[in-house]
Nanobody
Framework: EVQLVESGGGLVQPGGSLRLACAAS????????MSWVRQAPGKGLEWVSG????????SSADSVKGRFAISRDNAKNTLYLQMNSLKPEDTAVYSC?????????????????WGQGTQVTVSS
């Protein structure tokens, strides 16, 4: 059974940083592209960033480009999201999701499985 467990969220002031992690199990992590998605209160699901199976190709939404960086450690079956220069509009529940193949597709939301998420709140 595919399991995705996120951690690292919390309350941070505007301009601050957080590093999210996603522990994956139940599938061969190194064979699949992975993604971060988020959902703000009262809004729909938003694709944030994606990374291919080998970690060599990444893509990010314009809203986070230059501030967020996605990475992965295939030896540890773990996905990361480094978030810098956080803004109040970044407040959301962040979840990781598994692509159906090794290729990252920007703005893809038709994931079969994603984790329960970790809350990120950016406020002074």
């Amino acid at each position: 059974e595919v399991q995705l467990v996120e951690s690292g969220g919390g309350l941070v002031q505007p301009g601050g940083s957080l590093r999210l992690a996603c522990a994956a199990s139940g599938f061969t992590f190194s064979k699949y592209a992975m993604s971060w998605v988020r959902q703000a209160p009262g809004k729909g699901l938003e694709w944030v960033s994606g990374i291919d199976s080998g970690g060599g190709t990444t893509s990010s939404a314009d809203s986070v480009k230059g501030r967020f960086a996605i990475s992965r450690d295939n030896a540890k079956n773990t996905l990361y999201l480094q978030m810098n220069s956080l803004k109040p509009e970044d407040t959301a529940v962040y979840s990781c999701a598994k692509y159906p193949s090794k290729i990252v597709v920007p703005n893809f939301l038709d994931f079969a499985k994603w984790g329960q998420g970790t809350q990120v709140t950016v406020s002074s």
